[in-house]
């Protein structure tokens, strides 16, 4: 990987006020292996579960105090558990986060003079709630499954990653028709917005389709606040649905403080009965060397390995397969 992913995504997906200070960091650390890797443990959610792993593992040690290092030890476990937590941007209900911190706070307190029964009881709130909070959030991340009909076409709505940037080259929704079979219209267009998307969403000439939609990193990158994402992304779910289809969306991968973006795609695709895509399988294909042009867009073989991965996703019906209800997931 070189300096050019990083500063392009982060770029897309930090703050206008931490991107500059961020970019700063990541190009004196862009040849490091493990500069490298941590991005990655933000861009796909990982670092959420490393947080409440260290966090716990500190609550741990403090309530033994069987040594000052491991004291010492504790109180830093703590706080690198409680800043990933912080910076991972993972979009659990603010009165989550508020009861997790203030639980940890008096689990680490290791100076006031609580009781041992107290003390345990605290220590077993906070390992109860920090495993609430970890299997709530792993659902989020749980690998999705639709069959499709051999009949049904598929068609992309979405922005450059889609569309790519020239049309004598095969992109990724080309190249998932002539790995499944299906029929699939790629409507997606370079620079598009949530609010395009609609526009893109008007040429789909069928009904009970499934679609396909990668789209909201061009928000990020201009000036759609989080408001104004969720009406456009709530007028194209209301167009979608009212066409009778089934909905895939592209989690975003999201770096510190971009909760609310989050939030966003997952109170919408409950909304509407979409398929949310875990933000891990988008990253998991950035992350692969040569799998992107200028350290974002994707290159052949980033078309190749998004076309193999949204496959494993969109899978043909069989005999064996036909009928199956468990695979969707119902709107609410």
């Given amino acids: 990987m070189n300096s050019a992913f990083f500063e392009s995504f982060l770029f897309l997906f930090t703050p206008a006020s931490l991107g500059a200070a961020v970019r700063s960091l990541l190009r004196q650390t862009?040849?490091?292996?493990?500069?490298?890797?941590?991005?990655?443990?933000?861009?796909?959610?990982?670092v959420f579960f490393v947080g409440l792993c260290l966090a716990s593992l500190s609550a741990v040690?403090?309530?033994?105090?069987?040594?000052?290092?491991?004291?010492?030890?504790?109180?830093?476990?703590?706080?690198a558990g409680f800043t990933l937590?912080?910076?991972?941007?993972?979009?659990?209900?603010?009165?989550?986060?508020?009861?997790?911190?203030?639980?940890?706070?008096?689990?680490?307190a290791s100076r006031l003079k609580f009781s041992f029964v107290l003390r345990a009881t605290i220590l077993t709130a906070y390992l109860l709630v920090t495993g609430g909070l970890f299997v709530s959030e792993a659902r989020w991340r749980l690998a999705p499954s639709l069959t499709v009909s051999s009949k049904t076409p598929v068609y992309v709505l979405g922005d450059s990653i889609s569309a790519g940037g020239s049309k004598n080259e095969r992109y990724w929704p080309h190249m998932l028709q002539?790995?499944?079979?299906?029929?699939?219209?790629?409507?997606?267009?370079?620079g598009a917005r949530t609010g395009d998307a609609l526009r893109q969403a008007e040429n789909i000439s069928t009904t009970s389709a499934v679609v396909i939609v990668?789209?909201?990193?061009?928000?990020?990158?201009?000036d759609t606040d989080a408001d104004k994402f969720r009406v456009h992304l709530d007028r194209l779910m209301t167009a979608l649905r009212a066409g009778g289809h089934k909905i895939l969306i592209f989690e975003l991968p999201l770096f510190p403080f971009q909760n609310a973006y989050g939030k966003v795609q997952?109170?919408?695709?409950?909304?509407?009965?979409a398929i949310l895509l875990p933000k891990?399988?988008?990253?998991?294909?950035?992350?692969?060397?040569?799998?992107?042009?200028?350290?974002?867009?994707?290159?052949?073989?980033?078309?190749?390995?998004?076309?193999?991965?949204?496959?494993?996703?969109?899978?043909?019906?069989?005999?064996?397969?036909?009928?199956?209800?468990?695979?969707?997931?119902?709107?609410?």
């Avoid at 912080?86 to 940890?104: E, F, I, N, R």
């Avoid at 002539?178 to 370079?190: D, I, K, S, W, Y």
């Avoid at 043909?316 to 036909?322: A, D, M, R, V």
Wanted: aromatic content about 6%.
């Fill in 30 to 46: 862009a040849n490091n292996g493990v500069a490298n890797h941590l991005v990655f443990l933000f861009a796909d959610g990982t």
């Fill in 61 to 79: 040690l403090l309530f033994a105090s069987l040594s000052r290092p491991l004291r010492s030890a504790g109180k830093v476990s703590a706080i």
């Fill in 85 to 108: 937590i912080v910076l991972s941007a993972t979009p659990v209900p603010p009165a989550a986060y508020a009861v997790w911190g203030c639980l940890l706070t008096l689990a680490s």
């Fill in 178 to 190: 002539e790995m499944t079979g299906l029929r699939v219209v790629n409507l997606a267009a370079p």
């Fill in 214 to 222: 990668e789209i909201g990193g061009n928000d990020l990158l201009g």
């Fill in 266 to 273: 997952r109170e919408v695709s409950r909304k509407y009965g």
């Fill in 280 to 332: 891990r399988f988008f990253a998991s294909v950035l992350k692969v060397k040569d799998n992107t042009s200028d350290g974002l867009h994707l290159s052949g073989k980033g078309h190749e390995a998004m076309a193999a991965m949204v496959a494993r996703v969109l899978k043909p019906e069989t005999e064996k397969t036909k009928g199956d209800e468990i695979i969707w997931f119902p709107s609410r």
